[in-house]
């Protein structure tokens, strides 16, 4: 036994004023009384037994004595040598997952079975064990360090929630193994419903045991949902749904889509034993907004129902763009390819002259085949081939022959646009004298297509000659025009999937954010379907989506952004079959944690039980009340 | 403070004023005794006790119930007053207030009696007589009588009452009224020592002083009690439970005394310390006809 206070035998002292009042004590009170004769009648009725009253006083004292000995024994903190040596060190890995939302047949969900077993474990810790807890919900974190502090553990423990994440707990065992490096007698328990373990749990390690909670559960989900506009219609828009049936039996329902709180469609689906359905359905429209799919069941519509067991899964959600027509002016001489390329994509409202305008109306697009004016208009220019040096570049001759060297494969103006095969015997050399980003550049490293990012506007430059080449005939042509009215119209940004809860993206930051302000913003503001927010990190135009948590539709805009018109949706659903399927765990519990008692409780605590029931004792000793 | 005052004169002459209201018209002295004598106005009856003058038995009544009592007739005569002081040390608990109660009343009942022409006498004792004041005719006296009481100190071995009538009764004196003050805390009983006053046709009164205190105790825990009178000491541990039994040990003397005194038809007052002279001196004449109790 050692004492992890030792200074606190110094409180010994107070031994002797204890025994300098029990010395006082003894010498008893006199008391002058005119006779003696009725008290002698008192105790000749019950006299006290000689041989205790001799021994009270010195057990009394002894007792004190005893009382004080427990009281610094507890003071010093006494620790059993042994104790210490088999000291544990419990990483607690909580399966906060989508999955353990499902309820129990008794209504109970899984996540409160779970927090119940570890609240069992907590209560079993001895008073030298150690525990820490890891939630494994969209990311692996710690909830609660290492610390032996039962209600420290049982409040962050209360703190836990949920996530409509998938389970990382490859991540969380690795954390919690970090957590316990160093330590010979670390474990990890993982108390989950069995969904998604890596076969590492599955074989179960020597330093990890798993805890199961929950029980198999029948769960229809929607494990999939997307849209997007379509490539082909530019007022069409296809959507991506994906229903699965993880029971055995077959399940009857129907998929409510609606848009904009709008009741879109209703899918009757009918999903065998196990079954994923997936459907792709087209619809035309030009208005944009937030897309829904929820699975309902409809007893009147022969659905069934008691099937579900999982509700978080049955709703997702999408984003989908709206379309809007463009203004677009044509500046040039004659140019029947390009004229007929604007003319075919829908977006555009095509005006064709000769004239270029001194400056070009908020929302319209003008594009200037060759003859490009000085200084360059203000707005939204595109400019094929310039003639004349301007404001923002000069001219150096001509380029013969230029092969692509180098495409900005990320940037939404070239989407689906490869341009390697293109023949382009010429191109005019330009060199930029302002701000600019390349797009496609030459083996040369002369620009071919390039963007100059204006606060009036961005302007577009193609070098290209295309009378010359063969760039007009290829579909890349009417692409690459069509995704530079969409960058324009401010719509790419609007294209952006449904995310994964989970799920981290880096997308590129909506053009009209960059239009409006001199710099891009440096942060993003999040905020959750419940209203929490949280930033995301801007670096060179694109900014970082952290994994979400919580299925819905987040919002994002600018950080310190005053109005609402700069808000962008993000669309997040949960994270798919891993979370939605609740059949039987193909793991089973291991016991690889020592089970603990309630008994480990410091000695300490039982010195001070002791002392508590000797003050008892000697209360009973001073009053003398059993004597008589 | 001195124990008799200017205050305590004044009390003195309503007291005796009280007193010649109530024994209004007395022969001779204007006293009459209660004691069975060689008057001729029968008083009551009381019950036979053994050495009683079986002539004054009524055996009418003997022949008519089968019970022995005693005709009891007022006997008139020049009342020869004897006030058994009891000077002992316990006379001392409670910072002296029962001897100084117990001065305060011997001199009010003395006197009432001087100033009723009856002769007084006081004999301070504890073991025994220890000093006495002789017998006195006249108000003209109480002065000298106060200052003897005022000069008298407590001390002495325990009471002991058999052992004052002894010495008292050994001179032979006049039967008169015997009035005792003392707390009786006697080891060996009060009844002999009143039994030989009463044997002797002393008229006997008992006025039975004690301390609050010395009837309701507050110790607790450990103590050593120390007999005052005897000095010996007894180490105890007081508990509720012992003193609520000391507490009826008590009440029971104080039961005894007053039933003895009834049965053998002495005046019988019990009184605290907390009581003042007067209010018990008038408690005793307003039970003068029988045994009374102050405090």
Redesign the interface.
């Known amino acids: 036994m050692s004492l992890s206070n030792p200074s606190a035998l110094l409180w010994a002292l107070v031994a002797v004023p204890i025994v300098i009042f029990y010395l006082l004590k003894i010498r008893l009170r006199k008391v002058a009384v005119g006779t003696t004769m009725f008290w002698e009648h008192v105790f000749e009725e019950k006299p006290p037994r000689a041989i205790w009253r001799q021994l009270r006083y010195l057990s009394s004292l002894l007792v004190q004595l005893l009382l004080v000995a427990l009281l610094v024994f507890a003071l010093t903190d006494p620790v059993i040598n042994s104790t210490v040596r088999e000291q544990q060190r419990i990483v607690v890995v909580l399966d906060t997952s989508a999955s353990m939302q499902t309820t129990n047949s008794d209504g109970s969900t899984f996540l409160q079975q779970a927090r119940e077993r570890v609240e069992q474990s907590i209560a079993g810790l001895r008073n030298t064990d150690e525990m820490a807890v890891v939630v494994t919900g969209t990311q692996a974190q710690v909830a609660c360090g290492l610390t032996s502090h039962p209600r420290t553990l049982q409040s962050a423990l209360d703190r836990i929630k949920a996530t409509d994440g998938p389970n990382q707990m490859d991540d969380a065992i690795a954390l919690s193994r970090r957590l316990l490096a160093g330590h010979g007698r670390g474990q990890v328990m993982v108390v989950t419903d069995g969904n998604a373990l890596s076969a590492e749990l599955s074989g179960s390690a020597n330093d990890v045991s798993v805890l199961l909670v929950g029980e198999p559960r029948d769960n229809v989900a929607i494990t999939e949902f997307q849209v997007r506009r379509s490539l082909v219609d530019p007022v069409g828009y296809e959507i991506l749904l994906d229903v699965a049936n993880f029971r055995n039996q077959p399940a009857r329902l129907t998929v409510d889509l609606t848009l904009n709180e709008s009741l879109l469609d209703v899918l009757p689906v009918t999903l065998q034993g196990g079954e994923v359905r997936r459907e792709i359905l087209d619809y035309t429209g030009t208005a944009g907004g937030i897309l829904k799919a929820a699975i309902a069941f409809d007893e009147s519509a022969g659905a069934d129902t008691g099937v579900d067991a999982l509700t978080v899964d049955n709703d997702a959600v999408a984003v989908l763009p709206e379309r809007r027509t463009i203004p677009v002016t044509l500046v040039t001489d004659g140019n029947w390819f390009l004229q007929r390329a604007l003319e075919a994509c829908e977006l555009v409202d095509l005006t064709v002259t000769s004239e270029s305008p001194s400056a070009v109306a908020e929302g319209s697009v003008l594009v200037l085949d060759r003859h490009v004016p000085n200084p360059v208009p203000s707005g939204h220019v595109l400019v094929i081939q310039p003639d004349v040096a301007t404001d923002l570049w000069s001219l150096n001759g001509t380029l013969p022959q230029p092969l692509v060297g180098h495409q900005d494969e990320g940037s939404p103006l070239l989407q689906h646009v490869r341009l390697d095969n293109v023949l382009m015997p010429a191109a005019v050399r330009l060199l930029p004298v302002a701000n600019h980003n390349v797009l496609v550049a030459a083996v040369s490293e002369d620009p071919l297509y390039l963007r100059f990012a204006r606060p009036a506007g961005d302007v577009l430059v193609l070098t290209i000659d295309l009378s010359q080449g063969d760039l007009p005939l290829r579909t890349a042509f009417p692409i690459l025009l069509t995704n530079a009215m969409t960058w324009f119209s401010g719509a790419d940004f609007a294209f952006l999937r449904a995310l994964r809860t989970g799920e981290s993206m880096t997308v590129p930051l909506p053009p009209e954010w960059q239009q409006n302000a001199p710099e891009a913003p440096a942060a993003c503001e999040l905020k959750s379907p419940s209203g929490e927010r949280q930033t995301c990190a801007v670096y060179e135009d694109r900014v970082t989506i952290p994994p979400l948590p919580t299925a819905g539709v987040w919002t994002l805009q600018p950080e310190g952004a005053t109005t609402t018109d700069q808000i962008r949706h993000v669309a997040c659903n949960v994270s798919g079959i891993a979370e939605s399927d609740l059949r039987q765990p193909t793991t089973q519990s291991s016991s690889a944690i020592r089970p603990t008692t309630a008994s480990g409780r410091p000695l300490w605590f039982y010195a001070v039980l002791c002392a508590g029931i000797l003050l008892i004792v000697e209360w009973f000793l001073f009053q003398r009340r059993w004597i008589n | 403070m001195p124990l008799f005052d200017n205050h305590f004169l004044t009390q003195l002459e309503y007291l005796s004023l009280v007193s010649r209201k109530v024994f209004q018209g007395q022969l001779m002295a204007q006293r009459r005794t209660t004691r069975t004598g060689s008057g001729i106005e029968f008083s009551d009856h009381r019950q036979y006790t053994p050495g009683d003058d079986f002539r004054y038995l009524d055996w009418n009544l003997y022949a008519r119930h089968d019970e022995l009592l005693l005709k009891r007739f007022q006997e008139e005569e020049d009342l020869h007053v004897y006030l058994l002081l009891d000077c002992s040390?316990?006379?001392s608990?409670g910072r002296g207030a029962?001897f100084d109660l117990a001065r305060q009343v011997a001199a009010a009942l003395a006197y009432i009696a001087l100033s009723d022409l009856d002769q007084v006498a006081i004999y301070a004792f504890a073991d025994g007589i220890l000093h006495n004041f002789p017998l006195a005719r006249g108000k003209g006296r109480i002065l000298s009588l106060m200052e003897w009481l005022t000069e008298l100190q407590t001390g002495g071995q325990?009471t002991h009452l058999k052992a004052l009538t002894s010495q008292f009764l050994q001179p032979g004196p006049r039967p008169g009224l015997a009035l005792l003050l003392s707390?009786c805390?006697d080891?060996d009983g009060f009844e002999t020592g009143l039994d030989m006053l009463r044997h002797h046709r002393f008229e006997t009164s008992v006025i039975q002083l004690?301390?609050a205190e010395?009837a309701n105790?507050r110790?607790l825990?450990?103590?050593?009690?120390?007999?005052?009178?005897?000095g010996?000491?007894?180490?105890?541990?007081v508990?509720e439970?012992?003193l609520q039994?000391?507490r009826e040990?008590?009440a029971a003397?104080l039961k005894s005394l007053r039933n003895y005194c009834s049965s053998h038809g002495m005046d019988c007052t019990i009184s605290t310390t907390d009581v003042p002279f007067d209010q018990l001196v008038l408690a005793m004449m307003r039970a003068d006809s029988g045994p009374g109790v102050a405090g």
Not at chain 2, 232 to 237: D, V
């Open positions: 040390r316990s006379m608990v029962k325990s707390d805390f080891s004690h301390d010395e105790p110790l825990g450990d103590v050593e009690l120390q007999d005052i009178e005897s010996i000491s007894r180490r105890l541990t508990t439970a012992s039994r000391y040990s008590f003397f």
